[in-house]
């Protein structure tokens, strides 16, 4: 298996800009979180999902981010209009239903200027 | 709300001493799991103690649960450079455990 696979690797967009991070997560794991992570805060829970569902969004900063997963091997996370302050690394990462721990993608570092 | 609070910071030691990072929750977790992410990297998954005063070994990595799952650490025997990184834990709520409550981790740094 690939793992947790995420695109792209590295992001550098203007402030106002749409930025879209994708993620295709490991055959199987019925659980996909988006997270952020920054050296001020930290891994933050944007969002998961259960089987496509979303669960719990409340991570999300505000309206400006999305996240979708319209099938079992796919996800996005949408930024509109990105600002400065998104610049962080966003990690995507899959568990399977048993609790097995996290599996993590190798990341989108974003950066917004 | 819940927070999950790891010390140190930091730490620096010689190749060869002893290491152990200690996180502390506000609240009884369900489960606690620990990650190791290295410089420019991802949180790699270590381990997961669901038991009330576990302790698992993994070659020179000890962990605990405390009694009132409340608090564990990470213990490492013997560093050597190969484990350099940053290590997380992260506690899973009661009553919603797929929602991890993570640590801001433990920077360890191995002089040769």
């Known amino acids: 298996d690939a793992g947790v696979i995420q695109s792209p690797r590295h992001e550098v967009t203007e402030m106002g800009q749409e930025v879209t991070l994708r993620c295709k997560p490991i055959?199987?794991?019925?659980?996909l979180f988006w997270y952020r992570q920054t050296m001020m805060r930290g891994l933050e829970l944007l969002i998961y999902f259960n089987n496509n569902v979303p669960i719990d969004d409340s991570g999300m900063p505000e309206d400006r981010f999305s996240a979708k997963m319209p099938n079992a091997s796919f996800s996005t996370l949408k930024i509109q209009p990105s600002e400065p302050r998104d610049s962080a690394v966003y990690f995507c990462a899959t568990e399977e239903a048993v609790l097995y721990g996290y599996t993590f993608g190798s990341g989108t570092r974003l950066t917004v200027v | 709300g819940q927070q999950v609070m790891q010390i140190p910071q930091y730490q620096h030691v010689q190749e060869g001493e002893d290491f152990t990072t200690y996180c502390n929750s506000s609240t009884t977790l369900s489960n606690i799991q620990w990650y190791k992410q290295r410089p420019g990297g991802h949180p790699v998954f270590l381990i997961q103690?669901?038991?009330s005063g576990e302790v698992k070994k993994q070659k020179r990595l000890t962990f605990q649960f405390g009694e009132a799952k409340k608090n564990s650490s990470l213990h490492i025997t013997a560093t050597q450079t190969t484990d350099v990184g940053t290590y997380f834990c992260a506690g899973a709520q009661a009553g919603n455990n797929r929602k991890l409550i993570w640590g801001l981790g433990t920077s360890l740094a191995v002089n040769p």
């Open positions: 055959s199987g794991h019925d659980y």
């Open positions: 103690l669901v038991k």
